[in-house]
């Protein structure tokens, strides 16, 4: 149980090009979902915190309408990076959180190439 | 603000040594997780504790509130046990969760 999906896997694309980012819950109902990026070699860096049906929260230094987060439904968040650039070449990683229980489960990644 | 420390950073042993890898947090944390990240990125929970140990496997993990201080073992270690152990603690009072940089493992056949 408590499996998180991410689609894609890893997307290259054109600068200038948006890509969205597909993060669910496959088999719980998740209130609380964590988009992060990780540069090589780096550990991992939250970028924004999204609950269920409100606006997401971004971490400082993240462009908001650089990365679109929504969360429309208790099992799917997306992240969408808008007009991307070599620079947003990262590997994307998801979390997702059941209310009350301080377990995150991690979806296993997306990585983006932007040329 | 919340510090975490992991040691060693790179991490080269035998096929069956005993692994130890150190976590350490600066202030009061709700949870501390081990993580592990193999090569191509995917990451798995391995544990999630608040106190005491835990035991999956050949894998143990340790806490000690007191000191701010955990430790991740693996016994009997394999080369399939190579990857990147990270360690993330929840600060009391607070959603975000703050990662360490990660010990990377190599283990030798």
């Known amino acids: 149980g408590a499996v998180v999906s991410q689609h894609p896997s890893w997307v290259i694309c054109k600068s200038g090009t948006s890509v969205k980012i597909e993060c669910r819950s496959l088999?719980?109902?998740?209130?609380?979902m964590f988009w992060y990026r990780q540069f090589p070699k780096q550990s991992l860096m939250l970028m924004a915190t999204?609950?269920?049906?409100?606006?997401?929260?971004?971490e400082q230094g993240v462009e908001k309408d650089k990365f679109l987060i929504n969360h429309a439904s208790l099992t799917l968040s997306t992240l969408t990076v808008t007009s991307a650039h070599p620079e947003d070449s990262s590997f994307y990683i998801c979390?997702?959180?059941?209310?009350?229980?301080?377990?995150?489960?991690f979806g296993p990644g997306t990585r983006l190439l932007v040329l | 603000k919340n510090e975490v420390e992991q040691s060693p950073q790179n991490l080269t042993a035998q096929e069956g040594e005993f692994i130890t890898i150190n976590c350490s947090y600066s202030?009061?944390?709700?949870?501390l997780h081990w993580l592990q990240q193999h090569p191509g990125g995917g990451i798995v929970s391995l544990f999630m504790?608040?106190?005491g140990k835990k035991k999956h496997g050949r894998l143990i993990a340790t806490i000690n509130i007191q000191e701010k201080h955990s430790s991740l073992h693996i016994t009997a270690s394999h080369p399939r046990d190579s990857a990147v152990y990270i360690c993330?603690?929840?600060?009391?009072?607070?959603?975000?969760?703050?990662f360490g940089k990660g010990t990377r493992l190599h283990i030798l056949p």
């Open positions: 504790l608040s106190s």
């Open positions: 999204s609950n269920e049906g409100s606006k997401a929260t971004y």
């Open positions: 202030v009061g944390i709700s949870a």
């Open positions: 979390s997702a959180e059941v209310a009350g229980r301080e377990t995150q489960y």
């Open positions: 993330a603690v929840r600060e009391i009072g607070d959603d975000k969760i703050i």
């Open positions: 088999d719980f109902q998740a209130t609380t």
